[in-house]
C-alpha cells in the first residue's frame, strides 16, 4: 500500500487538491452507464488516495477500539450496520471534505459507486475497499442493502410462521409477558420480540420496587445466599433471569416438541409395564377434587400426608431394582466424576450440585454408556409408555407425553443443595410434564438429602410481571412438606408443573438419576 506518511494523499497543508472527487465520480459513472466508457487512469489515481487517505482515518487507535466494542456487543446485523454508520461517518467527514465529495451518506453511495467502477479496470481498487471494509469489522464484499433487508423480513416471516404453529396454550402466556392479549395474533407477538430485554429489564424493575424481603429467601425469587448483595448485583441477576425466562419462554413457543422428542413407545420396556399400577396413576394423576385422600409414600409420611393438601400429582415406588445394580452405577459415576465429566449446576438456586447428561438418542450413544448406567436408563426411559397404558387401561385421562431420551445423573455433598423449586411453571419456560427420579443411595436416617415435597397456597395473582405469570396464583406452603428420604431403588414420580420440591442438604455423598417427561 503506497503511503504519503504525512497526512492525506492530496492534501498539502489542509489545502485541498482532489476538490471535486465526487463530481468527477459522478460523470464518470454516467458515461459508463451511457457509452460504456472506462474510468480513466487519472481517476483510478485519484480514488486509490482516498481510499488511502480513508484507511489511514479508520486505523486511529481509538476509533479501532469502538469499531470492535460494537462488533462484540452487537450480534444483531442491521443493528450493527445502523450503529456504525455515524461512527464511521465521523471518521469519513474530513476526509470526504478534502477529497470534495458531498457530506454523510450521500458521499458514502457515491464513493461505493465511483469505487464499484474503478474496480472493473483496477482489481487492487476493490482489494483496496476490501481492507478498508475489514477495518469496520464488515465482510470484505459487501451484500448489497437490499438482501440484507430480505434477510430480516424473511427471519420475521420465520418466527411469525412458528408462533403461529405453536398451540395458543404456549403463545397466550408468551403473549401476556410481553404484555399483550393472551390471544394475540402471531404477527403482534413477533413484532415484540426484539422488545424483550427491554420488558425484561421492567419486569426487573417491577420486583425491585417490592422490595429485598419480597424477593430473598426460601420459595422467592433469590435465594438467601443474595441477602447481602448489593441493589446493583440483586438489580443484574433479576434482570438477567427475567431475559433468561423469555427467552426460554420464546424458544418453547417456536421449537416444536415433535422436533426434539421421540414416542415413549419406541422405548416400551416390562420393566417399567410391570412396576406401574393404577395405584401409580391414581397417584400420579388421581382426581383433582379430592381432598382428604393420603399422600402415597403410606410408608414413609404416612402422619404427614395428609397436611399436605395434595392427595395427587406424586407417585412413589420402593425397591425397584437390586441395591447391586444401584451400587455398580454409583461406581461407574465415580468414574465419569474423576474423568472430569460431572459437571457443577449452573443454577443459582441449585447450590453446589453437580451432574451429568447420559444421551440415549442413537445406538452407539446407548453403547457407549457404562452397563449398570445403561440398564437403569433404559428401565427409566420404559417408564412414560407404561404410565400412558395404565393410564388409559383405567381410563384416566393422562396427557400426551413425549421422550426426549436423556437422562441426568445428579450428586449432592454435604453443602450442596436445591431450594425449592418447581421443574417447570406452567410447561412455559420447559416442556417438562412428569418428573422421574431413581435414587441410587444407601441411606441410613441422619444421612440428610431427602427431597422435600410442598404443600401450595393460593397467593394474590401477580399476572403478568413474573416467572410463571399465571402461575403466580400458586405458591409453596413452606410450613406443609414432607420429606423423602433417596433410598435405593426408590423411583418418585411428580408432576413437574405443579409440585414445589427442594433437596435437603445431604451429610454423606447422594446420587439421583432423573428423566424428565415431555407433553405440550
Ligand atoms: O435429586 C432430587 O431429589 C431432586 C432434584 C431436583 O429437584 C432437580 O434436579 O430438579
Ligand atoms: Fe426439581
Redesign the pocket.
Given at each position: 500500500m503506497s503511503r504519503t506518511g504525512h497526512g492525506y494523499a492530496g492534501t498539502t497543508n489542509g489545502v485541498t487538491t482532489d476538490a471535486g472527487l465526487g463530481k468527477k465520480f459522478s460523470e464518470a459513472i454516467s458515461a459508463n452507464a451511457r457509452e460504456k466508457q472506462p474510468p480513466s487512469q487519472a481517476l483510478v489515481e485519484d480514488g486509490r488516495r482516498l481510499l488511502e487517505a480513508l484507511m489511514e482515518a479508520y486505523m486511529d487507535a481509538e476509533f479501532q477500539r469502538e469499531v470492535c466494542r460494537l462488533r462484540e456487543e452487537i450480534h444483531d446485523e442491521l443493528r450493527f450496520l445502523t450503529t456504525l454508520g455515524p461512527l464511521a461517518a465521523r471518521a469519513q467527514e474530513p476526509v470526504f471534505q478534502c477529497f470534495g465529495l458531498p457530506p454523510g451518506q450521500r458521499g458514502v453511495i457515491l464513493m461505493k459507486m465511483g469505487v464499484r467502477l474503478l474496480s472493473t479496470v483496477s482489481p487492487d481498487i476493490k482489494e483496496l475497499a476490501g481492507d478498508l471494509r475489514e477495518l469496520l469489522c464488515l465482510p470484505r464484499e459487501e451484500e448489497d442493502i437490499t438482501s440484507t433487508i430480505k434477510k430480516a423480513e424473511s427471519e420475521f416471516q420465520d418466527l411469525q410462521q412458528k408462533i403461529a404453529a405453536a398451540p395458543l396454550e404456549l403463545r397466550g402466556p408468551l403473549a401476556e409477558a410481553f404484555l399483550l392479549p393472551y390471544n394475540a395474533s402471531p404477527v403482534e407477538i413477533a413484532q415484540a420480540v426484539p422488545r424483550l430485554p427491554k420488558r425484561a429489564k421492567e419486569i426487573a424493575d417491577h420486583h425491585m420496587a417490592r422490595g429485598r424481603q419480597d424477593i430473598i429467601g426460601e420459595g422467592k425469587l433469590l435465594g438467601s445466599d443474595m441477602a447481602h448483595a448489593s441493589d446493583e448485583t440483586l438489580q443484574a441477576k433479576v434482570q438477567d433471569m427475567f431475559e433468561r425466562y423469555l427467552q426460554k419462554m420464546l424458544s418453547r413457543v417456536i421449537t416444536p416438541l415433535d422436533s426434539y422428542t421421540r414416542a415413549p413407545e419406541d422405548f416400551a420396556c416390562s420393566w417399567a409395564r410391570d412396576l406401574v399400577s393404577k395405584q401409580t396413576i391414581q397417584d400420579l394423576w388421581g382426581s383433582q377434587t379430592c381432598q382428604t385422600a393420603t399422600l402415597p409414600v403410606r410408608d414413609v409420611v404416612e402422619d404427614l400426608s395428609s397436611q399436605l393438601g395434595f392427595s395427587h400429582g406424586v407417585a412413589i415406588l420402593n425397591d425397584t431394582v437390586s441395591v447391586k445394580v444401584t451400587r455398580q452405577a454409583r461406581e461407574e459415576l465415580a468414574a465419569l466424576e474423576t474423568a472430569g465429566a460431572v459437571t457443577p449446576s449452573q443454577d443459582p438456586c441449585?447450590v453446589g450440585?453437580r451432574s451429568v447428561w447420559l444421551h440415549f438418542e442413537t445406538a452407539e450413544e446407548r453403547e457407549k454408556s457404562p452397563p449398570a448406567l445403561r440398564e437403569l436408563c433404559e428401565h427409566l426411559l420404559g417408564l412414560p409408555h407404561a404410565l400412558l397404558a395404565a393410564a388409559e387401561s383405567n381410563s384416566v385421562v393422562a396427557s400426551r407425553l413425549r421422550v426426549h431420551p436423556h437422562i441426568?445423573a445428579?450428586t449432592?455433598r454435604r453443602g450442596a443443595e436445591?431450594h425449592c423449586?418447581k421443574?417447570s411453571y406452567s410447561g412455559t419456560d420447559n416442556s417438562r410434564m412428569v418428573?422421574i427420579?431413581l435414587?441410587l443411595n444407601d441411606w441410613q436416617p441422619g444421612d440428610g438429602g431427602e427431597?422435600r415435597l410442598f404443600g401450595t397456597k393460593q397467593v394474590d395473582a401477580d399476572v403478568g410481571t413474573g416467572p410463571g405469570l399465571r402461575d403466580a396464583a400458586s405458591a409453596p406452603d413452606l410450613e406443609r412438606f414432607v420429606d423423602v428420604a433417596?433410598l435405593s431403588g426408590r423411583v418418585?414420580m411428580f408432576r413437574s408443573r405443579e409440585i414445589w420440591?427442594?433437596?435437603r442438604e445431604p451429610r454423606e455423598q447422594?446420587w439421583?438419576m432423573?428423566l424428565w417427561v415431555m407433553a405440550d
Open positions: 441449585n450440585a441426568m445428579a449432592y436445591y423449586h421443574d418428573t427420579l435414587y427431597l433417596p418418585v420440591h427442594a433437596v447422594r439421583a432423573t
